[in-house]
């Protein structure tokens, strides 16, 4: 396995094709790490422990792009959104189970995906907003899927994986943040313009001030503080 350590976490360092050639026939959890992520495991030991146990971990913003670009990686980011759907596409016909967003957006997302892929079994919609996740638990694990997609946002999809993952070690989860908004057509993705440039995050933000306060500073000081390790790495040796 490929994998760098950036600021004490591993990630996988694959491209695109190979890390979805790696997760086809993987089981267990997928993190689709970005710098604020790393951010919040640094002050909460739990979340570190997830991610450090996470049997794939790639990297989903252009933070961690640049941060192991500065540690000697060429690597290219890879979006949780695009990773997700190639999987599908992927593993066509196997049971896939939907969980996250707010109410009738996951299915709107269903019915988009299916048009793109014909073969595509959900066996599982389910909303992000209950309270009895008990019930929820024991539909996932009465209909076995083989992959679960977990939209409820971070921290809380990589916490529901991790508490899942041990009792269905036949499946693959893979926590996609906010992408049944975009499938859904309810959220549209940045123009390919701000992709191609990293610059995903400037464009949700100019649509979504409110995540200014999520994105500053944790991006630039998590750059800052990429540097200054390497720095010091460098002075010591
Ligand atoms: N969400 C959810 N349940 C919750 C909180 C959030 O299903 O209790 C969903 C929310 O509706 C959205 C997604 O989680 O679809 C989070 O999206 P966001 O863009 O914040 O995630 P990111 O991609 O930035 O991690």
Redesign the pocket.
């Known amino acids: 396995m490929k994998r760098a350590n950036l600021l004490g976490f591993d990630i996988d360092t694959y491209c695109f094709d190979d890390a979805v050639l790696f997760a086809k026939s993987l089981t267990g959890q997928v993190v689709t790490i970005?710098p604020e992520m790393i951010d919040y495991a640094s002050k909460n030991p739990k979340f570190k422990e997830i991610i450090s146990q996470a049997e794939l971990v790639i990297p989903d913003g252009i933070g961690i792009q640049i941060g192991l670009c500065i540690k000697g990686y060429k690597v290219r980011r890879i979006p949780?959104i695009e990773f997700a759907k190639r999987i599908l596409k992927e593993t066509s016909g196997s049971p896939v189970a939907f969980v996250?967003?707010?109410p009738n957006?996951a299915e709107k997302a269903v019915i988009n995906l299916s048009k793109e892929i014909p073969k595509l079994n959900p066996v599982i919609v389910q909303?992000?907003?209950f309270s009895d996740t008990e019930t929820i638990y024991q539909s996932l694990l009465s209909k076995r899927p083989r992959i679960v997609l977990v939209?409820?946002?971070?921290p809380?999809?990589e916490e529901f994986i991790y508490n899942l993952k041990k009792d269905m070690p036949y499946a693959l989860f893979i926590g996609?943040?906010?992408?049944?908004?975009v499938w859904s057509g309810e959220v549209k993705r940045a123009p390919e313009f701000f992709q191609k440039l990293g610059l995903e995050w400037l464009y949700r933000t100019i649509k979504e001030p409110k995540?200014l306060k999520?994105i500053f500073p944790v991006l630039p000081l998590f750059v800052l503080k990429v540097l200054k390790s390497e720095f010091n790495h460098a002075v010591r040796n």
């Not at 996609?176 to 908004?181: A, N």
């Open positions: 970005n949780g996250g967003a707010k957006i909303d992000g907003y939209a409820l946002g971070s809380k999809q996609i943040g906010g992408s049944f908004d995540r999520r």
